[in-house]
């Protein structure tokens, strides 16, 4: 079928076209281009493509595209790209035991070659875990590269869970445009059906109701050539395929069967292939390409064929398939897999599934690697025990890596029973530390324990190793979350005891990182030298998880103890390093905390950057997502700003059920600051004394003195023991030294709380804070006090007075200015004022400088939107158009 | 996406022309806005000296209200969420 010219696609091709000039001006830019199935991102993106073969500066275009195969070859876009590139890039991505490699050889080449560069990712809604990856880790270092980075994927396939969903939420706002497609218009279709001879007139309306405009069906309906319109697309792609000869039929269905395009080669290996057969086929509306494989124009039309060959054949053809890929060699385990499981081959499937998974794990491609191992077991009921377990193993340890703890739950169990029978009690006894472990991610407490109990009575009757050291860390992280530290540094120690005899680094790295946060919570500050040392461990040994960890757990602890230096550069450097590593849950669990640290310093601004940042990313923890509701709402009710309630009553949802008061405690006192900043603070006590409730099993002097504090604060008793001081002295009255301390640490709002204490002189003070923070809620409170302690005129407000000239305008400025927003010319100005205009066009550009405006025009928009101008024209905001 | 009215108090009143300057002005502010996707939908001034206005906006967030009014310079005193009450309505 010849090509047809594209409709309705000049704007997006435009839009794809200042994509490309902004990327040949050297800047990095993201297009997504976006649809539902068969709406025509790969016809658009290919006369994008064919557009810039005739450009002036004409740059390069590299290809890659994500296959269908149930699961996805690990990286295969970017093995497309690196053949298009050339050179060793190819083999050196083969041979890669490690995926930075092969993502920085991928960037090198890309930012190498010439500028600019276009790289397609199509089919993006088949990502494999790897190339999701990829495109963050490309999106975050494009900006400086000139390159173009085109992805398209279904975006009606795409919800929020879907992992590429979040992916394309991180990429880099300023860098990435939207293209998304539409239907073609009824018009539109009109004008294709009159192109294909022999329709009526009225046809088209039905078409392009039947079809909805989409171009694929559209098309597909045109040549089916039936007497109605095909009711699916499915339907009019058969129709078409129903008129082909025998010998065209089959290469038709062998075709259907192997997902992406067919490779010359494969298809003569098991049928033959007389040339009109294949012209045949191409007159249906496959394609061959130049390197003679041949391919249905649309997935669409290749799932419709596949479904029309019967099951029992299409196993046989799919063993025929895997005999002549054996035979030839040099195949990815993916494909090999891929039809060995639909040929139902068990001992093909056991033979290339684990080889499959390795090669998916070296590449980080965690859920294709879990579901190698899941094929795998559907086909291992002949298996030995042990190898039946090591599959669930390996199932359990994928699942648990890309989050999904249920089946990793469900896989562990398997391994447990299997190890059990066979007698194997070192490995059932690190299963059960690993149920241990996932019960907990489960939000199941009691199992948890009971698993980790099991797994040291199992391993301890065995011969001291790495099992039972890592069981003894196990124990001591759940001790440590649960605030028990007692029990966490006794089965610490010995954990890191048994590592250092074992000389296990890892291990080591974990269980100093349990024992130096609970000592570091106890104010012990050798806990800080075991975190430090653990990180220094993990850095040195390249455990990526573990320095993420010791990161989070030395800001974090910093950050609730108002170490307000510390915490900063804890948080700069754990941040930096997570980003450097693609940690993003622990970038955005650390962000979380920069958030609160920012609340802390009074820099509200980045405050609620920091916790929007987090709240907009629909896969954030818990964990994550508690500071940043807290820190947002905080800011709000401090600002006087609405949309507080739904911010705290959802982080206190999720805060009840972990437990910890790290969580609950400082979602209750934001509870109780917001009631009693709107001056309703009995509504707060029952969360308050939910929370001091939990003190006792977890005593943190800083949470403990702030909830206490807001008891105090709210009306009811609060016992200042086990405060943290600035807190202790507030409570016991002495609002002066509360304030000092506050003042000392470099907290200026909870210094404004503390002095709201005290005299005149202190509410005074308050107030002078408050308006520089922008604390409108609390200034209202303290200026209240002072009117009730009888002070009279109280000033509305240091804002008032220097927001009428703050950004210091001289006199003479300030004349220019007042002419300026009556439109008036330098010339006309300097014989007005008696200067010279070279005086005028001075004090202009020092106006402009100082309102930080471009134009003239601009700063007579500012002049009166500050109240600087003069002169009075009369009109009001909205007046007139 | 929520409705704010923002209150903004002017020490000298407010003053725009009535003329392209004023105009623009006005435009350069909505594009402003919109660019942090606010849509400033109308405003009201006070009659006695232009000193205070009452600003109508649909925007993401408080954060972003507060956002585009520090790029324009615009004062801030207090922001409310609300919503559309018709009299006319309950007729």
């Known amino acids: 079928m010849p090509a047809m010219a594209l409709l309705e696609r000049e704007r997006f091709l435009d839009a794809l076209d200042a994509c490309r000039a902004d990327a040949a001006a050297g800047l990095g830019r993201i297009a997504l281009v976006t649809g539902e199935a068969g709406i025509g991102k790969t016809s658009l993106l290919r006369e994008f493509a064919r557009r810039l073969e005739s450009a002036a500066q004409r740059p390069r275009v590299l290809w890659g595209s994500c296959e269908a195969l149930f699961t996805p070859h690990p990286l295969a876009p970017l093995y497309d790209i690196a053949r298009q590139i050339g050179g060793d890039l190819p083999a050196l991505i083969a041979d ?23 790289a397609i990712i199509e089919d993006a809604h088949w990502a494999d875990e790897a190339t999701l990856d990829l495109i963050k880790f490309l999106g975050r270092r ?79 309906a045109l040549a089916a050539a039936e007497d109605d319109v095909p009711p699916t697309v499915r339907d009019a792609v058969i129709a078409r395929m129903a008129r082909l000869s025998e010998a065209a039929r089959a290469i038709v269905d062998l075709a259907a069967l192997v997902p992406g395009r067919i490779e010359g080669w494969l298809l003569a290996a098991v049928t033959p292939c007389p040339p009109d057969a294949i012209q045949e086929c191409l007159a249906i509306g496959m394609v061959m390409h130049e390197d ?28 025929r398939i895997l005999a002549a890929l054996r035979r030839h060699g040099g195949i990815p385990a993916t494909r090999l897999v891929h039809h060995a499981d639909l040929a139902g081959d068990s001992a093909a499937v056991l033979e290339f599934a684990p080889a499959a998974a390795a090669r998916a794990i070296a590449l980080r491609s965690h859920r294709e690697a879990a579901a190698h191992f899941a094929t795998a077991l559907r086909h291992a009921d002949a298996l030995p025990a042990a190898e039946r377990a090591a599959l669930f193993e390996g199932l359990a340890y994928e699942c648990y890596l890309t989050e999904q703890i249920a089946e990793a739950i469900a896989a562990r169990k398997e391994a447990l029973a299997l190890r059990r029978a066979a007698g194997d009690a070192l490995k059932e006894g690190d299963n059960l530390r690993w149920l241990s472990r996932l019960s907990w991610f489960d939000g199941n407490k009691a199992a948890s324990d009971d698993y980790a109990r099991a797994a040291i009575a199992c391993l301890s009757a065995l011969p001291p190793g790495r099992e039972l050291a890592m069981a003894y860390s196990n124990c001591a992280q759940l001790y440590m979350l649960a605030g028990d530290a007692q029990a966490a540094l006794d089965w610490g120690g010995r954990a890191i005891a048994l590592a250092e005899r074992l000389g296990e680094i890892e291990i080591l790295s974990h269980a100093l990182n349990n024992v130096g946060s609970v000592r570091l919570d106890e104010a012990d500050g050798g806990g800080r030298a075991d975190l430090e040392r653990s990180l220094r461990l993990a850095l040195e040994h390249g455990l990526e998880e573990h320095a993420a960890r010791a990161y989070t757990n030395l800001a974090s602890t910093a950050v609730r103890h108002y170490q307000l230096e510390r915490a900063a550069r804890h948080l700069a450097e754990g941040i930096a390093y997570s980003e450097a590593h693609d940690l993003d849950s622990w970038r955005r669990y650390m962000t979380a905390f920069r958030a609160q640290h920012h609340l802390q ?24 997502r508690i500071p940043s509701l807290v820190t947002l709402a905080l800011v709000r009710a401090r600002r006087g700003d609405p949309g507080i309630d739904q911010l705290l009553d959802e982080a206190w949802a999720l805060a009840l059920p972990t437990g910890e008061l790290q969580r609950i405690g400082p979602v209750a006192c934001a509870r109780a600051e917001a009631a009693w900043l709107r001056g309703r603070p009995e509504t707060a006590l029952a969360d308050l004394r939910i929370a001091d409730a939990l003190a006792p099993q977890q005593p943190d002097a800083w949470i403990i003195g702030d909830i206490r504090v807001w008891l105090v604060r709210c009306g009811a008793e609060g016992d200042d023991a086990g405060a943290a001081p ?149 009109a009001v905001l909205g007046a007139e158009k | 996406m929520p409705r704010y009215l923002v209150e903004r108090d002017f020490a000298d009143g407010l003053h725009i022309p009535v003329n392209a300057d004023g105009a623009k002005a006005c435009r350069a502010m909505v594009d402003t806005y919109l660019h942090d996707g606010v849509t400033w939908v109308h405003s009201y001034v006070s009659t006695e000296g232009n000193r205070k206005s009452f600003c109508i906006y649909d925007g993401p967030s408080p954060e972003a209200i507060r956002r585009v009014a520090a790029k324009t310079n615009m004062p801030v005193n207090k922001i409310t969420e609300v919503r559309v009450l018709d009299p006319y309505f309950y007729r």
């Not at chain 1, 990435?176 to 009526?200: C, F, Q, T």
């Not at chain 1, 310093?601 to 994550?624: N, Q, V």
């Not at chain 1, 070279?838 to 309102?851: C, F, N, P, Q, R």
């Open chain 1, 601 to 624: 310093c009074g820099d509200w601004t980045a405050a609620a950057a920091d916790a929007d940042s987090i709240l907009r990313h629909s896969r954030a923890a818990a964990i994550s």
């Open chain 1, 292 to 319: 003679g494989s041949l391919a249905f124009r649309h997935e669409l039309a290749r799932r419709a064929a596949d479904e029309q060959v019967p099951a029992p054949q299409g196993r046989a053809l799919h063993a």
């Open chain 1, 96 to 118: 890669a035991e490690r995926r930075d490699v092969v993502f920085n050889a991928a960037i090198e080449a890309l930012a190498r070659g010439a500028r600019p560069t276009v």
């Open chain 1, 726 to 874: 600035p807190f202790a002295r507030e409570i016991a009255g002495d609002w002066r030294g509360a304030a000092a301390a506050w003042a000392a640490i470099g907290a200026p709002y909870a210094e404004a709380l503390a002095l709201l204490g005290g005299d005149e002189a202190a509410l005074r003070r308050a107030l002078e804070i408050c308006e520089r923070l922008g604390a409108a809620a609390l200034a209202f409170v303290a200026r209240r006090r002072l009117r009730a302690s009888g002070v009279r005129g109280v000033a509305r407000g240091a804002q008032e007075r220097t927001r009428r000239n703050p950004q210091g305008l001289t006199t003479s400025e300030l004349k220019v200015l007042a002419l300026l927003v009556e439109g008036r010319r330098n010339a006309e100005i300097a014989r007005r004022l008696f200067v010279s205009e070279k005086t005028v066009g001075h004090h202009v550009s020092a106006i402009l400088g100082k309102l930080a405006v471009r134009s003239r025009g601009e700063a007579a928009a500012a002049a009166m939107r500050l109240g600087l101008a003069g002169a009075r024209t009369g």
């Open chain 1, 142 to 220: 494009l900006e400086r590269l000139g390159i173009l980075l085109v992805i398209s994927y279904r975006d009606d396939e795409v919800n929020p869970r879907h992992p590429l969903c979040s992916v394309v939420g991180d990429l880099p706002a300023t860098l990435v445009r939207r293209v998304p497609l539409e239907p073609l218009s009824a018009a539109a279709v009109a004008s294709l059906v009159d192109a294909a001879a022999g329709r009526a007139a009225g046809d088209a309306a039905r078409l392009h109701e039947i079809t909805g405009g989409n171009p694929f069906f559209v098309t597909e």
